[in-house]
């Protein structure tokens, strides 16, 4: 199932996608954390209200679309330079050599809607960069999942883009939660595709655009440490509870290591797609002045 979180009469709503071009309305359970908190019961009521004859039904184009966990349970978790070429760039950048992965996480008010527009402002920051990320959602809480069973604890997938602000990233000795974690900055979504309609999240293509032209292109074969191995370690001696957003890691192609370095402009289009979950279209935009 494809399910998301729309705006509808003044609230966010959830819903699940049908035949490609239209979302049953679902009312019960009323929002995606309470649905993950169901469990299998609560995919069962979706299930029951896409067969039903008196749902609510929306046209998928005209609806707006919500982060599909607009609510996540505590910061995102993410993971830092999990792909070996992008930990590779990112060291001839630095001029050293490369590091292993790291975990950081990113404020819950960085997400932004799947289509919205992110505004740059240059009082910010200069250096607003791309991400293109395998987005996971925890289903089943826990620590110290042992690596055979951390499938098991994923609800499902969803595309989400690490954008970062490079000079705040690398200012004042190094801050990676600051750099990435401007007000609505980073989209996720369309939806969150539920986890037994990805048989292997380690075969997956990932690819960024920036006004059509390629700058990631990548799969979830090259990551260093898989989604099982990351749930290990993440929750080895810490809870992740049901609701955690983790971003996976991005593949190389990012702006600050390009020669010359690039950085997003208000006026482009940027285009963030994983293979079989989906894709965001957000525009660039000059933040408005106060």
């Known amino acids: 199932m494809r399910l998301v979180t729309f705006r509808g009469d003044g609230r966010a709503r959830l819903g699940v996608v049908r035949n490609g071009d239209e979302v049953v309305e679902v009312s019960e359970p009323a929002s995606m954390l309470e649905l993950i908190d169901a469990g299998q ?12 004859s008196h749902a609510r039904v929306h046209k998928l184009d005209g609806l ?28 001839r950048v630095e001029a050293r050599e490369p590091s292993p992965p790291t975990v950081f996480t990113k404020a819950i008010t960085s997400l932004a809607d799947p289509y919205a527009d992110i505004a740059i402002d240059p009082a910010v920051s200069e250096q607003i960069d791309w991400e293109v ?13 042992k690596r055979s069973e951390a499938r098991g604890h994923v609800f499902g997938y969803t ?14 000795g190094g801050q990676y939660f600051k750099g990435k974690s401007l007000d609505r900055s980073s989209p996720s979504g369309p939806w969150i595709v539920t986890a037994d309609e990805v048989p292997d999240p380690q075969a997956l293509k990932l690819r960024l655009r920036v006004n059509g ?24 001696g810490m809870t992740l509870p049901p609701g955690t957003i983790i971003a996976t890691g991005t593949p190389d192609g990012v702006g600050f290591a390009r020669t010359p370095p690039e950085f997003l402009k208000p006026g482009e289009l940027m285009e963030t797609e994983v293979e079989g979950i989906g894709m965001l279209r957000n525009r660039i935009v000059a933040a408005r002045g106060d």
Do not use: C
């Not at 019961?41 to 039903?52: K, T, W, Y």
């Not at 032209?213 to 080895?236: F, P």
């Open 133 to 145: 990320e395998l987005g996971v959602v925890i289903g089943k809480g826990g620590a110290n999942i």
């Open 64 to 91: 707006a679309l919500l982060p599909p966990l607009p609510d996540p349970r505590g910061n995102v978790v993410a993971i830092g330079r999990n792909y070996g070429k992008h930990a590779a760039e990112t060291a």
């Open 159 to 172: 595309v989400f883009n690490d954008v970062t602000a490079r000079d705040i990233q690398s200012g004042w």
């Open 41 to 52: 019961d609560g995919l069962a009521r979706v299930e029951s209200a896409l067969s039903s």
């Open 213 to 236: 032209v390629t700058k990631q292109d990548g799969t979830t074969a090259d990551m260093i440490y898989s989604v099982d191995a990351i749930l290990e370690w993440v929750s080895r």
